[in-house]
Each structure stands twice: as structure tokens, then as C-alpha cells.
């Protein structure tokens, strides 16, 4: 019995190439009590595999994340499967703004200890006492108000590529240093002003109004089905559309056009862009805005360093690889000192700062 993805990305690529359908990507989170999580996981992994669905998925004793692909043919099997699992019977499913067949190339479903990595100890709240959830035409409503603040709970390169108008956007690499930042800047508003949260598909809101409730908030809302969910909303009910630029994606798309805006900017040249790329060198791999110019230039690398090293014969860089992990600009994404635009940009910030004090 298989339980396991056995096909590389080359490989799966090749098959749904030869297939010739049309795929479908989507995503959907549950929050319940799953007793036994790996029961759980490998009954899903054999459904789904026959169904030939791909993507990545988080199992947990809290619930379900999920983000997918599956051929568009198969969307009713699926769905008729999740409808026999109850805490999955009629789930929202979050069909993604834009398509491509190749957004996912492996299954992969994995038991974590929580769905979101949010370092929140679950038993200190109740994270049932949720804000409240607003739809497109409601969101659109309350974050004209004066007296709302309006939070994007994404992280920062996120966000750089797009978010919705006078957002406030923490600079955070992840989503729990955000909930502390959040806490303290508005400290001084936890009565008197509406806290409006949004994110990519509503996860993180889930966990994070009833955070900020527990922490004293009195107005907490969240946009129902995060920016995939709006999007839908806007085009159906032909609503203005505040969200400019891109939302990020964590699949092979990298992002979805929301609007025509360009808000970002090479993170090597400055030029006006907003597509993300992961540097050549497998050593470094650091995900980075970078334009087509410096692209050629640089041979999609984030640095000269980069650039020497996949310059080298495959061997020397398996070599030069060899006992050594992920290089921790990885995790800095954007913000890496090898990028020597992000890095002008901190000297005047930093500068600046100096100046004004």
C-alpha cells in the first residue's frame, strides 16, 4: 500500500503534461479534534492519491490545512469524499484566482503538532471565541471606517507584493512574531477601535481573533475566506476591488494578480516588479524579488557569490554543499544582506532614524 509520494517533480511534471487536463488548485483549513492524526493522514493520502491530487497538506490533533491540486474532473469525487468526513462536510473550498496545472508537483501530508506554526499555547484561551467574520461587501464597509485599523497578518514579503489599501503591515518573517507586535502598537486602542484581520485564505485569522480577543479586544473581525475568498466576492457581486498588487502564494504560482498595480520593487535594482524567485544556487536557494534584467544578468542568482557557485562544475557545488544546511538567508527571504537594493534601503532607514534622534 502506498502511503508515501514516490515520483519526483520532474517526473509528476511529465505525467500531467501527457495527461493533458485541466487542474484545478485550491485550499481549505479546518480547525477540530482529530484524535488519532497519522490514522488520519494515511487514510487521506490513499483516497487522494487515486484521485491524483497533489499539494501540501498539515495534519494535527487541532485540524486541517490544505492546499492542492487535483484534474478539474475529479473536483466532485473530491468533494464527495470530504463530505463523508463530518468535520469536513460542506468545508468552503478556496478556488485559486488563477490557475496553472503545474501549481503542485508531489502529495505531500504530513502530521504536525498544529496546522499553523503560531507558538500560541492553545490551552491558556479559548480559541473558539472567534471575531467576527465579514464577507467582501461588510470588509469593504469597515476599513473606510475612521475607526478601524486594519492588520494584515501575513509577513513581510508577503505583503510587499500586495495588501489592501492603508493596511498595516508588520515587518515580521513569521507569523507569530506578529501577534505580540500587533498586541503592543495598539495597545492603546482595544475598546475604542474595530481590529479588521485579513490573510491569504482566513487560517491565520482563525487563531489570531481569538488571541486578540483574550488580550483584551473588544471589536475583532476577520475577512471570511482571506483575499482568495474576497476576490471571488468582488467579481460575483462586482464590488470595488481595495486590494492592490499580488497575493502571495506558497505554491509553484509564487502569486495571483488581484489588480494591474506593481507596488514592488527589485530587490537587486529597484526597478518596478513583483515576481518572486528562489536563487540559483541550491546552497542558498533564497526566495527574492528580482526583475528580468538582473535575472539574465545575474543568472538568476541573488549575489556575485551565487553567481561564482552555480558557475562551477555540479560536483565542486555538491562539494562545497557537503554537512552544511539551509544557508539562513533562506529564512530572511527578502531581507538578505546579499541583496544590495534591500540593503541600500536599510542604510537610509537607518540613517534616517539616526538623524531624527
Excluded at 492553545?122 to 472567534?130: G, L, R, Y
Excluded at 460575483?236 to 497575493?247: A, H, P, T
Excluded at 509553484?252 to 515576481?275: L, N, T, W, Y
Aim: hydrophobic fraction near 35%; glycine fraction near 6%.
Amino acid at each position: 500500500m502506498q502511503l508515501y509520494n514516490k515520483l519526483s517533480a520532474k517526473e509528476r511534471a511529465a505525467l500531467i503534461e501527457e495527461a493533458g487536463k485541466d487542474r484545478l488548485t485550491l485550499s481549505f483549513y479546518q480547525y477540530a479534534k482529530i484524535e488519532n492524526p497519522q490514522e488520519f493522514r494515511d487514510q487521506l493520502f490513499i483516497v487522494w492519491d487515486k484521485l491524483d491530487v497533489l499539494g501540501r497538506i498539515y495534519i494535527a490533533n487541532e485540524g486541517i490545512n490544505g492546499q492542492l491540486s487535483l484534474p478539474a474532473d475529479r473536483f466532485n469525487a473530491f468533494k464527495t469524499h470530504l463530505d463523508t468526513i463530518d468535520f469536513l462536510k460542506d468545508i468552503r473550498l478556496n478556488i485559486a484566482v488563477e490557475q496553472d496545472n503545474m501549481s503542485f508537483l508531489k502529495l505531500k501530508v504530513k502530521v504536525r503538532k498544529k496546522i499553523v506554526a503560531d507558538g500560541l499555547n492553545d490551552e491558556t484561551f479559548d480559541v473558539t471565541n472567534k471575531g467576527v467574520h465579514v464577507g467582501a461587501e461588510k470588509f469593504n464597509e469597515l476599513i473606510e471606517d475612521d475607526n478601524t485599523v486594519l492588520v494584515d497578518m501575513r509577513n513581510h514579503y508577503e505583503s510587499e507584493i500586495g495588501h489592501f489599501k492603508n493596511a498595516v503591515t508588520p515587518d515580521v518573517d513569521t507569523f507569530r512574531e506578529s501577534l505580540d507586535i500587533i498586541e503592543d502598537d495598539l495597545k492603546e486602542h482595544k475598546e475604542d477601535k474595530n481590529l479588521v484581520m485579513y490573510c491569504t485564505g482566513g487560517i491565520r485569522c482563525e487563531k489570531a481573533s481569538a488571541y486578540f480577543k483574550h488580550k483584551g479586544f473588544k471589536n475583532v473581525f476577520q475577512l471570511e475566506g482571506g483575499i482568495i475568498e474576497y476576490t471571488r466576492q468582488v467579481k460575483e457581486q462586482d464590488l470595488e476591488n481595495k486590494f492592490i498588487g499580488k497575493n502571495f502564494v506558497f505554491d509553484e504560482r509564487r502569486a495571483e494578480k488581484i489588480s494591474d498595480d506593481v507596488i514592488a520593487q527589485c530587490h537587486q535594482c529597484g526597478a518596478p516588479c513583483d515576481v518572486h524567485t528562489n536563487c540559483a544556487n541550491d546552497a542558498c536557494h533564497l526566495l527574492f524579488i528580482q526583475c528580468d534584467k538582473c535575472k539574465a544578468e545575474m543568472d538568476n542568482c541573488c549575489s556575485s557569490t551565487c553567481k561564482e557557485i552555480i558557475a562551477l562544475p555540479y560536483e565542486e557545488q555538491k562539494a562545497l554543499r557537503k554537512g552544511q544546511g539551509n544557508s539562513n538567508d533562506i529564512f530572511k527571504k527578502g531581507r538578505s544582506e546579499n541583496l544590495p537594493f534591500k540593503k541600500d534601503l536599510r542604510n537610509i532607514s537607518d540613517n534616517f532614524k539616526s538623524n531624527k534622534a
